[in-house]
C-alpha cells in the first residue's frame, strides 16, 4: 500500500518545502523504493528546488485538480533515480477560488492519486501556508501526516489551530488519516528559545515529537539554488546528516503503524 | 491624508509579523501620531504579539469584512501610547472562501478602513503568507505597499509573481496604489547566500530596495513570547536599532512621495 504523506503547517516558513524535498531524496537513495513528491504549493519551491524549470512544463498539478488530467501525464523526472515528481505552476494560485464551487471540492487529489495506483511506495505532498482548500485536499487524500515545526514562538502558537483543523478533518472527511509527527526545524542550540520550544512542544505533545531535530544550517538554504536536494549538493553536511536521521526514525514509525 | 501600508509577502515567514509590530511600535514612538496596526492574518500572530489573549475579545477584523461591523467597535489598545489594534481570530480562517460570494468582495476592508476617517495618521496591514482574497483587500485597501524579503533563495524567486499580482491590482482594483520599497530581512552577513541576494536584488530592482537592511537577532524572535514590540523588549538590542534605522528611512520616503 501506498504511503500518502502531507507535509503541513500553516505557519509560513518552517521547513515544509525544505523537508518534503530533502526526505524524498533520501528516501529514494536509503531505500531504493519509488517515490513521488507533490508539490500543492502556488509558489512552486518545491518544483524549482528540484531545479524545474518554472515554464518547461505545459501541465502541473492544477490541472490534475480542475481538469481531471491523468497525472501520468504531468509527473516529470527529476534526475535523481527513484523520484519523480507532480509540479506546480502559478495557475495553481487560482485553484483555492475555482474549487470553492466544485462538487467533492475536498476529495479532487485524493482522487488524482488514486489513478497511481500502486506504482509508488511513498508519496509527499509539500503545503501551502495555510489551511484553505488546497492543504484540505492534501490531508483528505493522506495516509499520514507530517507536521515540520520551526523553534519560534509563532511557531507553536499555531500548532494548536492545525491539530484542531486536523481532528475536523478525521471526523469529517478521511478518518484513516493520523499524525506521523512533529519535526522540529531550524533549531539553534546556542540559544535559549530554541530550548524553551523544544521543552514546551515536548512537555505538551510528548507522543507526536521526533527525537531527531533538524538544526540550522546554511548549507540547506543553498542547496535550491542549484536545484539539488540536500543529499546531493552536499552529503557530509549537517543539513544532510539531520535528515538521514530523521528519515531513518520517519522509516521506523512507518513500518510500526 | 491617511498612509495605509500593506506589509506583504506570499512567501511564508520572511517577517511580515516581526516587521508591521516593530515599525508601528517604533513609529508611535518617534513621531507620536496615531498608528494602527491591522492584523489581517487568521494565524493572529501580530494580535498576540502585542499581547492580545486570543479569546479575550468577541469582535475582530472578520466582522468587519463580513458583517460590515463598525471597526471602531473592535479596535483595542495594545497598551502603547498612540499604538491601537484592529485584532485578528481564528474566525478569519473562514473569510476567503465566504468572500468568494460576496458583491465587491475585493473592496470590503478598504470600506470598513474608511469608516475611521482621519482617525489615524498611519495605518499598517499584516497580510498573510498568500496571495488569496484577503491580501486583495489590503492591497486594495492601501496606498503604499512595503515588502519584506528574507535573505534566502526561495523568498527571491517569488518576488516576480508578487511583482505581477501588485500590477494586476493597479490595473483593476487600486490604480493609487504605489511600492514603497522592499525592506531585506533575517540577514546574516557571514553567509554568502545573504551577500548574492543582496546583489541579486539590488541589481533587478534598484529603485526598490531600502538601504536598511534588518539583520538576524534573537531579541526579535523572542519578543512576541513576552507580548511586547522590539523597542518595548529591548531598545538597545541590534533588531530594534535595525527597524528604528529602517523606519526613520522609510518616514523620508513617505514624506517625498
Ligand atoms: N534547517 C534549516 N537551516 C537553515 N535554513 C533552512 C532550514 N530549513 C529551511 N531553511 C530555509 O528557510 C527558508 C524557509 O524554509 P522553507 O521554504 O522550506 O519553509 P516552508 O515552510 O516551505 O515555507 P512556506 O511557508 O513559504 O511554504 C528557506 O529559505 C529554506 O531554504
Ligand atoms: N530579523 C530577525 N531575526 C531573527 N528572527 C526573526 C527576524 N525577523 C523575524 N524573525 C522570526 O522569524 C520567524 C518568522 O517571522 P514572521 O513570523 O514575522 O514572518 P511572517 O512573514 O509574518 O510569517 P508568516 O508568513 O507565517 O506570516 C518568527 O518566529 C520571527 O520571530
Ligand atoms: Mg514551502
Ligand atoms: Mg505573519
Redesign the pocket.
Known sequence: MTRIISVVNQ???VGKTTTTISVSATLAEETGKKILAVDLDPQGNCSSGFGMEKNAYKKCIYNCLIDDTDPNQVIQATGIKNLDILPASIQLAGAEIELVGELSRENKLKRALKILKDKYDYILIDCP?SLGLLTVNALTASTDILIPL?C????LEGLTQLLNTINLIQADLNPDVSILGILLTMADNRTNLTTQIIEEVTQHFPQHVFKSVITRNVRLSEAPSHGLPINHYDKKSTGAQNYLEFTREMLTCLNQS
Chains 1, 2 share one sequence.
Open positions: 505557519k509560513g516558513g501556508p520551526q519560534e514562538y509563532f511557531a
